[in-house]
């Protein structure tokens, strides 16, 4: 098995309760198949909006970052598959998707030393 | 942990009235605001680390410190609720009136008090339905608008005004004094009531939806006779009539969400948990002098949900309730439901004479049921060609795909 990263970017929130807790309720159930299914290393955790930037040789500290809503990384998770192509399959079923949010797979280095 | 049903919709509420009450009404945009900040961190931190323990206490403790921020952020800009001006303003008391306003104590009433402060004679008894929906049942507008069967625009119109009516009132409705809460009580019962109605013969296609509406009336109905003040005979009646009818619900909506008429209906489908609990709450509203139009309706959802076949209906009981209820309440529903009964004692017939003499029969005309109605008392009579007119006006006016097909499948009758 190989570790991958799930990035999950932007998705808007349900405009109201019900469907925020239907959201809910979807994320938790696509969790708990990849997880019976031993492809959870890590459900990983959520990342504030607000952060810093810290740039270049001068380190100058900034408040960001302001991307917009829909390119801000709002967690991640460390999964587990045999390759890139099933890491991406198994993203489809992400419920960020459906609120036109995106995953991004990006595989762990593997260091073969 | 799995979350239990309508749990976010049911906190939506509860958040709503206790920050409305800290920020004052004339912020309540800024509690919406709050509450659906909570919500987004709420399904942004649970769906890494699970849901916590307990659900709601999570959800109102981030509410709680949102609404601390949102009050040193803003107490300069802003005024808030005129009661806690005084202690809102100073940092050493800042926190420990936020914390006590959001303690157990504090918050058990707030539901009630924005209950009351929506059913203002300032609106219209449908805004105050649409209010309490969007306010206390967290409906948003396009949830009413599809439970209503209206446009979302004439909705978020409507809301928009109550709204404004609500958060400019001076303050909340203030449910301590007895004197204030019995004047304003029958406006709330009889929203509820609406609410209730509009489940059960509501125009909504889907089963789901009008149930949930039922299930939302007999929550806040409760949640009124909880109240010391609140649970007056009347409301035992109401809560009794709304478990009577939502014990007959199973059977009058089939399993595809196609209307049953009440002689197909299949009563081994009647909720008898409902049943029970609807007869325990009616006996308690047998005290007192007062007689008002929800007992007389208890009663007769009483009499249809304990005959256990239709041919066993108390007829003559139903007509005598109706004529009741005729003196308490007229209306050409009323009457028309009234002339029905008279037809299953003493024949279509009697029936048909008793649907012509309704006065103001104008608006009955507009009511797919009472094309419907007559249809079936002609089939009774043995006058299909006449049953079969009756039923195409019907399917005219049919409000939905559910009404449509049981009046097409009643005309297919007519042969």
Known sequence: ?113 | MELSEHLFRHEAGRMVATLTRIFGVHNLALAEDVVQEAFCRALEVWKFRGVPENPSAWLMTTAKNRALDVLRRERTARTFAPELTRQLESEWTLAPTVEEEFGAAAIKDDALRMMFSCCSPRLAEDAQVALILHILCGFSVDEIASAFVASHAAVEKRIMRSKKVLAGSRKLFDISGAEDFARRLPAVQRALYLLFNEGYHGASPEKAVRVELCQEAMRLTSMLLKNALGATPSTYALAALTFLNAARLPARLDTSGHLTALADQDRSQFDQALAEEGLRLLERSATGPELTDYHVEAAIAWVHTSAQRTEDTDWAMIISLYDKLMALRPSPIVALNRAIAIAQREGPQRGLEEIQAIQDSERLRKYPFYHAALGELEIGSGHLEDAREHFVAALRLARNPMERSFFEHRISACK
């Open chain 1, 1 to 113: 098995m190989n570790e991958f990263v799930f990035l999950y970017r932007g998705g808007q929130a349900g405009r109201s309760p019900e469907q925020a807790q239907q959201m809910m309720q979807k994320w938790m159930a696509w969790f708990k198949e990849l997880a019976e299914n031993g492809h959870v290393k890590d459900r990983g955790q959520p990342l504030e909006r607000a952060g810093k930037l810290v740039n270049g040789k001068r380190k100058t500290v900034t408040d960001g970052p302001f991307a917009e809503a829909k390119d801000l990384v709002g967690g991640y998770t460390l999964i587990l598959a045999k390759d890139l192509d099933e890491a991406a399959e198994l993203s489809k079923g992400c419920p960020i998707l459906e609120v036109d949010g995106q995953v991004e797979v990006r595989p762990v280095m593997k260091l073969n030393m």
